[in-house]
C-alpha cells in the first residue's frame, strides 16, 4: 500500500500549485481521499475531500473557492488544486485514504502519504 504526494514548492502569494496523490496497493475506487495539511507548531488540520463516489467536501470555509479537489481513479490518483494562495496555506500537506466518506477526523484514515511541501512567500 502506497500513497505518494508530489507536486509541493515555493510560490508566491495569488499563485497555484495542485497537489498529486498516486495510490498503488488497494482498491482506490472504493476509498475516499482526505488532504490534510500542517504548519510548523500547529495541529494537522483538515483542508479538503473527495469521496469514494466523487462527492467533494470541504473543511473550513477558508479554502471554500481557492482550493478544489478532485479524483481519476482510472490514474488512481487524487488532486488538490490550490488557487490564490496565501502565506497561511503554507504547511506540509498530507493524503489520505479510508474507506468510502470523507472524515474530519484524521485518526480513522487507514493509509497516508509521506506529504509534500508548500511554501507561499509573501
Do not use: H
Not at 467533494?56 to 478544489?68: E, Q
Request: hydrophobic share 35%; net charge neutral.
Amino acid at each position: 500500500v502506497q500513497l505518494v504526494e508530489s507536486g509541493g514548492g515555493l510560490v508566491q502569494a495569488g499563485g497555484s500549485l495542485r497537489l498529486s496523490c498516486a495510490a498503488s496497493g488497494f482498491s482506490f475506487g472504493a476509498y475516499a481521499i482526505g488532504w490534510f495539511r500542517q504548519a510548523p507548531g500547529k495541529e494537522r488540520e483538515g483542508v479538503a475531500c473527495v469521496s469514494s463516489s466523487g462527492k467533494i467536501g470541504y473543511y473550513a470555509d477558508s479554502m471554500k473557492g481557492r482550493f478544489t479537489a478532485f479524483r481519476d481513479d482510472a490514474r488512481k490518483t487524487a488532486f488538490l488544486q490550490m488557487d490564490n494562495l496565501k502565506p497561511d496555506d503554507t504547511a506540509i500537506y498530507y493524503c489520505g485514504a479510508v474507506e468510502r466518506w470523507c472524515y474530519s477526523d484524521s485518526n480513522v484514515y487507514n493509509f497516508w502519504g509521506q506529504g509534500t511541501q508548500v511554501t507561499v512567500s509573501s
